[in-house]
């Protein structure tokens, strides 16, 4: 099992520029999400998956849009980079709904917006 | 709402020496609790679980974690601390909650580790 992966690993963009991170689990997860790392403040929900074709906002969702089509894949996209959008981007998935699920996470995504 | 607090932003501690991470939750329920470790550069892996039953709980790398509901905390220790063990650690409420039942992390601390 590869777990769950994230590409790329880092990424610099420019002001207004679109992208997307890519994740995927080969565990059959019902749950993805994906999470934004800022200093201090822990992680912060962006967006999250019950299964596929369907998708729901987090905490966090302005700036970004993500899509479900298939069980294994659940990408994250960036409409129109800005600053505020450096960070580290890390998806999980876990098993189904219930809290008591362990999460398992990606080796993150290290985004810098210029 | 439910929250985690972590105290401790940096923590130094020497080699071989004690270590005990703090957080504080806030739930209305019983809830569920994670240590989450993050190497650099690394995802994060989980160290240890709370659901139910025996309130000190067992971890990988030798941690261990207890739940005490009176003070809403779910310590995290470990006797000797090696200097492999330098990370950040996270604790993390789950439950009924909304988005779909995510998990709440705390802000993180960040253990160094002297030699």
């Known amino acids: 099992n590869a777990g769950v992966t994230q590409t790329p690993k880092f990424q610099v963009l420019k002001t207004g520029q679109s992208m997307t991170l890519q994740c995927a689990q080969d565990m059959n997860h019902e749950y993805m999400s994906w999470y934004r790392q800022d200093p201090g403040m822990g992680l912060r929900l962006i967006h999250y998956s019950v299964g596929a074709g369907i998708t729901d906002q987090g905490e966090v969702p302005n700036g970004y849009n993500v899509s479900r089509s298939t069980t294994e894949d659940f990408p994250l996209r960036l409409l129109s980079a800005a600053p505020s959008q450096t960070s580290v981007y890390f998806c999980?998935?876990?098993?189904?709904?219930?809290?008591?699920?362990?999460?398992?996470f990606g080796p993150g995504t290290r985004l810098t917006v210029l | 709402a439910q929250s985690v607090t972590q105290p401790d932003i940096h923590i130094t501690v020497s080699e071989g020496a004690s270590l005990e991470l703090r957080c504080n939750y806030s739930y209305g329920a019983t809830p569920y609790l994670f240590w989450y470790v993050q190497s650099p550069g690394q995802g994060l892996q989980l160290l240890l679980k709370y659901f139910s039953g025996d309130t000190l709980v067992q971890g990988i790398k030798g941690f261990e974690a207890e739940f005490k509901r009176s003070q809403s905390s779910f310590n995290l220790r470990k006797p000797s601390v090696h200097w492999s063990d330098a990370a950040e650690y996270f604790c993390a409420v789950g439950g009924y909650m909304e988005y779909g039942n995510k998990l709440v992390f705390g802000a993180g601390t960040i253990l160094r580790v002297k030699s």
């Open positions: 999980a998935s876990r098993p189904g709904l219930a809290g008591y699920n362990e999460q398992f």
